[in-house]
């Protein structure tokens, strides 16, 4: 993953994370990893529950980084929730099977695009 995360900022992709988990803890992994230098942003829920769905971490994670067209953001997760957050804010999904989610659910839940592999998700972009 780290070499997609690569190349796709040297192709220019903003790249920002939008997760469920609470904010700091989600900032605290990615710095572990040694991930955070491909991230323009890294939201997500507070501690007090202020931003309860993925919908509403994805609002967040885009005021904050001040992306005002939807139409230039692709969400790229592995649940319904990611999907279903996207398209509640007219964002164009990919669904990828390498995490929790199966084909059925991400289809059913109308992502655009879903995706086996790391490989195949560098192939689409």
């Not at 509403?56 to 980084?65: F, P």
């Not at 139409?71 to 398209?87: P, T």
């Not at 099977?97 to 086996?116: D, K, M, R, T, W």
Request: proline content about 2%.
């Amino acid at each position: 993953i780290e070499s997609l995360l690569r190349e796709a900022r040297q192709q220019g992709y903003e790249l920002m994370i939008a997760t469920s988990k609470p904010e700091i803890f989600a900032r605290r992994i990615v710095r572990h990893f040694g991930l955070d230098s491909y991230f323009s942003y890294v939201g997500g829920d507070g501690l007090d529950g202020e931003r309860p769905t993925k919908a509403d971490v994805i609002a967040y994670v885009m005021e904050s980084v001040g992306v005002e067209d939807a139409s230039q953001v692709i969400m790229i997760g592995d649940r319904k929730h990611d999907v279903l957050g996207a398209r509640e804010h007219g964002i164009a999904s990919v669904g990828v099977l390498y995490g929790y989610g199966s084909q059925e659910e991400l289809v059913g839940a109308g992502a655009n695009c879903v995706v086996e592999s790391v490989e195949e998700l560098r192939m689409l972009l």
